[in-house]
């Protein structure tokens, strides 16, 4: 297959003085709709130069998130809760195990390019899982990152990684689900991303025999978004945590 979206431009780094992107991870399995509203808080802030960029990785009980194109025929039960949310894809399912990153980045400042920003969370993840001896690749007709599985037959290939986004005045919202070890069996209430057939499927590292932590994960994403994206600082998990849970209290 050749994937002509290789030839975008990769990589939106800072601003000349712009001060580092925040750098938060929140220990506790986060509700979606306080996450949404947390979010959503901090990219109108980002918008307004009174808040800082922001990358937030967490985890989600397990639910199922609709895109603005998704088909209500692909929603194929209704175990988890269903949220309806603004970024652009289809259904999607989050749950523990998997690595939610949420980014809240001002494109005036790096560059306004929607096209570019998404291929530059796709080389993120590529990067990253390379360090795990996984090679992740982009289609041109299938946004996120895909892992080829000739072991399973001829033209086979899993997704590892979902992305859809967001952008708001220039803010992004939303970003990227990795499998890291999810439970594979709850993506079988949707049809993940609209993509029906039956050669593509759905994997993750466990699933791939790397087994790895969370936190090792969380180490190699910040390194290669820092090579791609620029500095970071990081803030207090616990910090981060109560002022997602004092906000949406505020609601």
């Known amino acids: 297959m050749v994937n002509t979206r290789d030839d975008l431009t990769i990589g939106l780094p800072l601003a000349p003085g712009a001060p580092p992107v925040e750098w938060s991870i929140s220990e506790h399995v986060i509700g979606y709709e306080d996450a949404l509203a ?4 901090r990219a109108t802030a980002i918008a307004e130069g009174e808040a800082r960029e922001l990358v937030w990785l967490l985890e989600h009980p397990p639910l199922y998130t609709a895109g603005t194109s998704a088909r209500p025929q692909d929603l194929l039960e209704t175990s988890f809760p269903v949220y309806s949310t603004g970024r652009g894809g289809q259904f999607t399912y989050h749950g523990p195990g998997q690595r939610v990153g949420y980014l809240m980045l001002d494109l005036k400042g790096r560059a306004p390019d ?3 920003f998404v291929a530059t969370i796709e080389e993120w993840i590529i990067r990253t ?4 001896d996984v090679r992740g690749e982009r289609r041109d007709d299938r946004i996120g990152v895909w892992v080829p599985r000739p072991d399973k037959g001829g033209g086979c290939e899993d997704k590892i990684a979902a992305i859809g986004i967001r952008v708001r005045r220039w803010v ?3 970003g990227f689900a990795l499998n890291v070890a999810p439970d594979l069996t709850h993506f079988s209430g949707i049809v993940p991303c609209g ?3 039956p050669r593509y499927g ?3 590292l466990a699933d791939l025999g790397r087994q790895v932590s969370m936190s090792d994960v969380d180490q190699v994403l910040r390194a290669e978004f820092e090579s791609l994206f620029g500095t970071t600082a990081g803030v207090s998990r616990a910090a981060h945590y109560r002022e997602q849970l004092a906000a949406a209290a505020q609601r």
């Open 38 to 41: 947390a979010m959503t808080d």
């Open 114 to 116: 929607v096209r570019r």
């Open 129 to 132: 899982l390379a360090a795990f």
């Open 172 to 174: 992004t919202l939303h």
């Open 195 to 197: 993509v029906t057939d």
């Open 202 to 204: 759905i994997t993750s």
